[in-house]
């Protein structure tokens, strides 16, 4: 499911600025939207309570006001405010923003943007390109890595069983065994160093953008 931020600039473009989306969002916390229709709860730094969107007796939604957004652990309903009031009033992003604009009695009509609106809104679509392109580094690398598990895991499955067959040469039990070493050598890298766990994901991207801004400059 697309965020408000994704589709106001691209679909929703000819309906509503980003400047007047950003005004509504700045205005529609996602804890007092949801609290309407949900009785939630402290949870550290979240709000959690029973899901709106699917029967459950524990709760398992989550609100989460310093990112403006939603998570349902039981049915995966996830998102912002806009994503929120789509499912509640089970409308389009249009709808969602009319509902909010006019709830916070802001007038599109009557809209003026500001500098500084438009200064944040520009910072928010340079932080929206690059999480793309981290998460899509992200993907790449896990892919990689997972791909290279499961090369080395099915070279040190057929070594092992040719190992337990008995009928190697010393020089084919050499290779059968250096198979197996560098599987279990790679599976406790990726424990070790974390490789798959966003922390070290971020540091690595972070690290190899560094470089190319480097050369860049």
């Known amino acids: 499911m697309k965020t408000y931020t994704e589709i106001a600039l691209n679909k929703s473009a000819r309906q509503f600025s980003a400047e007047f989306v950003e005004a509504v969002r700045n205005h529609s916390p996602i804890q007092s939207v949801a609290g309407e229709y949900v009785e939630l709860r402290k949870s550290g730094h979240q709000l959690v309570g029973l899901c ?3 029967a459950e007796r524990t709760p398992s939604f989550y609100v989460h006001p310093a990112k403006g957004a939603f998570f349902c652990h039981g049915c995966g309903a996830h998102g912002d405010v806009f994503d929120f009031m789509k ?3 089970g409308c389009g992003f249009s709808e ?3 509902y909010l604009a006019a ?3 802001i007038s599109k009509g009557g809209f003026r943007t500001t500098l500084e609106l438009r200064q ?3 910072r928010l679509a340079a932080h929206r390109y690059e999480e793309r392109r981290f998460r899509e580094s992200c993907n790449r690398r896990i892919n990689a890595i997972n791909a290279k598990y499961r090369a080395l895991g099915r070279a040190a499955t057929r070594a092992e069983h040719c190992l337990r067959t008995g009928r190697l040469s010393p020089e084919e039990e050499e290779l059968a065994w250096a198979s197996l ?6 599976a406790a890298r990726v424990e070790r160093e974390e490789l798959c766990e966003l922390d070290t994901l971020r540091r690595e991207w972070l690290a190899r953008k560094g470089q190319v801004d480097q050369h860049a400059a």
Do not use: K
């Open 87 to 89: 499912r509640i009033l």
């Open 181 to 186: 070493a560098r599987y279990r050598t790679f």
């Open 120 to 122: 944040h809104v520009a």
């Open 96 to 98: 969602a923003v009319d």
């Open 52 to 54: 709106p969107f699917h």
């Open 103 to 105: 709830h916070a009695g």
